[in-house]
């Protein structure tokens, strides 16, 4: 709906609830059927699908009714003079629509089905008695009947549903299209899935084509013996992965910008909304300007508690941190070398790969205490917005995943100076973890979602003890409710399944840029990875899973820094190892080759630096746009503001104050 062919019904949100025996003294204050009332009052369209064990209430908006809902949200909207401003229905027409034509993005609209459906308020100035199966419900005045039924457990789930036409288009022309490898649709993928699903794809394809230079490369050096040239092409090799690196991601800024700027994202639907469900949201402690009206402050103690609130912040994120920091190096950091030691030392492959398995679940045990750690630590930030909660959870977390992914592999080459078990352990993590990882990734939500079904079939048997017909499900909205969620491994209310995407790109950009020089080859099998991960990714969320809740954030966030980190790691590690290369025999003499690499890892930091700022992070077309639309608005409200003056002084009766030459107004 709300497409080019905006009079065509497209459900798109639906609410699970119990089947139930409606007794005849129950209708009209059954819980279910004054939801479904109070649903259509608010100018929804509702229908009622009857599942195997549950009952499905599918909404659809029409254009009007989600206009109306966008006015009173106060959402903020392109137009056509290139200035934001605040949607009006009556207004419509002034306003820029979506490159498919619609009013509102799925980012947009999914904020005006949230507050359609959670603001149906009990409107009585007394409580109301609903009833359900026997079960009396107190519904208070002023209370939220979606929140109230979720709480007494009768509405199951509120989750999008995928429009079929569309879907089924995407999976032509994206997911089952064999042909490109790398190109994408993103404006259908931006405007069905949401913006941060979008940026995510838009990144992927763009780093996957940038791969295929260095994956070139490194294919080169592994099928030609360059024999005594070799100490002289790897340096080659490892300056030019440096320089690709800081100009890949320099470029992905202005892509970022332009892609920006092409959708139209002015972040007027609030990121804080559209996790673990449509209605809650994180709690955060209070604003500044809560706290100035309920202390009752006045203006002049008012500067004094923004700056208290603003830096006690900061010092919250500092000890936060700091506190997860040292625990990695206390608790953390003895395990993995242990473990990585253990593997060095023992002989028996029987042994470890035993070994291999303990460490596997010991890790994936502090995994998720150090996840929920860093929640309630998260918890007391002063952070804006959930993306902002969001990002402080992934540096937490990815230093857990940081320090148990590399340690081993730093442990062989850094101590040890074992390049053939680095290499083995480099194509074990590349190689099996990868592909294994693809094979879980898109296997278990198929399984999750068969065995669902078999329970649903047999759940329903075991009621109708006397039927012997076959049990089939005839709508697709259960077969929908029965799929898995797009969840991250962490933490559902902040982060989703993209968590886990951009989780497995990191550790792999980690893993093949800081040990290049040992195992040029792993470019090669991270490119041929990465063409099947956008096809692999896209059916897995066209197919298998259900439709994401929309994320409203326009960039990567925190994994921009992540990466630029691992280009620093990248650029020590690789150093030392081209230092031990040289250095075989352990003298540590600085002779021209170990200075030369000293230079050389110097002259590489400076160049990333430089890079950064000699790529501009703004395409020019985006800039000029940007400007001219200041322009514009500033010369429409300074002309706006002078009729304002001049009418009023008009309507004054033409007395203008003037100033005279000794400071005093005298009226004319």
């Known amino acids: 709906m709300n497409g080019v062919g905006e009079d065509q019904i497209v459900y798109e949100i639906a609410v699970v609830v119990p089947k139930r025996n409606l007794k005849e003294e129950n209708k009209g204050y059954d819980c279910v059927e004054v939801l479904v009332n109070e649903l259509m009052d608010v100018g929804l369209l509702v229908e009622r699908v009857h599942g195997l064990s549950d009952e499905f209430i599918k909404l659809a908006a029409p254009l009007e009714t989600l206009g109306k809902a966008a006015a009173k949200l106060q959402m903020k909207k392109p137009t056509h003079i290139g200035i934001d401003l605040q949607f009006e229905w009556e207004e419509v027409e002034a306003f820029v629509r979506q490159a498919d034509g619609s009013l509102f993005s799925w980012c947009e609209r999914f904020q005006c089905y949230r507050h359609l459906i959670y603001e149906t308020v009990n409107k009585n100035n007394s409580d109301v008695t609903l009833k359900f199966d026997g079960k009396e419900i107190q519904w208070e005045a002023g209370e939220s009947l979606l929140l109230r039924l979720e709480l007494e457990g009768i509405v199951k789930q509120v989750f999008p549903l995928h429009d079929e036409t569309k879907r089924k288009k995407l999976l032509r022309s994206w997911a089952l299209n064999c042909w490109d490898f790398t190109s994408q649709p993103l404006d259908e993928i931006y405007a069905y899935f949401g913006t941060k699903i979008a940026v995510y794809f838009a990144f992927l394809g763009m780093y996957t084509r940038w791969m295929l230079f260095p994956a070139a490369f490194g294919l080169i050096l592994q099928l030609i013996d360059f024999g005594s040239l070799q100490l002289l092409v790897l340096p080659a090799f ?5 320089l690709w690196a800081v100009l890949f991601f320099q470029f992905w800024k202005r892509k970022n910008s332009a892609l920006s700027a092409r959708w139209h994202l002015n972040f007027s639907v609030s990121t804080s909304q559209g996790y673990k469900s449509l209605g809650r949201e994180w709690s955060s402690i209070q604003s500044p300007m809560e706290l100035i009206k309920n202390l009752e402050i006045d203006k002049t103690k008012e500067k004094e508690a923004f700056q208290r609130y603003e830096w006690f912040g900061y010092l919250k994120r500092f000890r936060n941190d700091a506190f997860v920091i040292l625990s990695i190096i206390c608790l953390q950091l003895p395990f993995e070398l242990a473990y990585a030691h253990l593997y060095e030392v023992i002989k028996s492959d029987i042994v470890k790969f035993g070994l291999t398995a303990v460490y596997l679940l010991v890790i994936q045990y502090f995994t998720k205490i150090g996840g929920k750690i860093s929640i309630r630590l998260i918890k007391y930030e002063n952070n ?285």
């Open 238 to 242: 490892f300056i030019s992965i440096v």
């Open 384 to 668: 804006d917005n959930t993306e902002y909660r969001a990002d402080s959870l992934v540096y937490k977390v990815f230093g857990l995943y940081f320090m148990q992914s590399y340690i081993g592999v730093f442990y062989h080459a850094l101590l040890h100076r074992n390049f053939m078990t680095l290499r083995q352990v480099l194509i074990q993590r590349l190689i099996l973890s990868e592909v294994l990882e693809n094979l879980l990734e898109n296997s278990l939500p198929y399984l999750k979602y068969s065995y669902k079904k078999y329970r649903a079939v047999r759940n329903k048997k075991n009621r109708e003890k006397g039927s012997t017909g076959k049990i089939q499900f005839t709508s697709r909205v259960e077969k929908e409710y029965l799929k898995p969620k797009y969840s991250a491994s962490i933490c559902e209310e902040l982060e989703d399944g993209l968590f886990d995407d951009f989780l497995e790109l990191a550790l792999q950009f980690g893993m093949i840029m800081m040990f290049a020089c040992a195992f040029p080859l792993a470019f090669t099998f991270s490119a041929l990875n990465n063409i099947a991960e956008i096809k692999t990714d896209a059916l897995k969320l066209l197919a298998m899973l259900k439709r994401p809740v929309p994320r409203a954030a326009a960039t990567i966030g925190a994994w921009l820094n992540i990466f630029q980190f691992l280009i620093l790691m990248s650029i020590c590690t690789n150093s030392a190892l081209l230092v031990w290369l040289y250095d075989q025999e352990g003298k540590w003499k600085i002779e021209p080759g170990l200075a030369a690499i000293l230079v050389m890892e110097h002259v590489l930091l400076l160049i990333k630096f430089w890079f950064s700022r000699f790529v501009p992070e703004e395409p020019a077309w985006v800039r000029v746009n940007r400007m001219k639309n200041a322009t514009q608005a500033h010369d429409m409200c300074s002309k706006q503001l002078l009729r304002s003056i001049s009418g009023g002084e008009r309507a004054s009766g033409g007395l203008i104050p003037r100033k005279t030459a000794d400071g005093t107004n005298k009226t004319e």
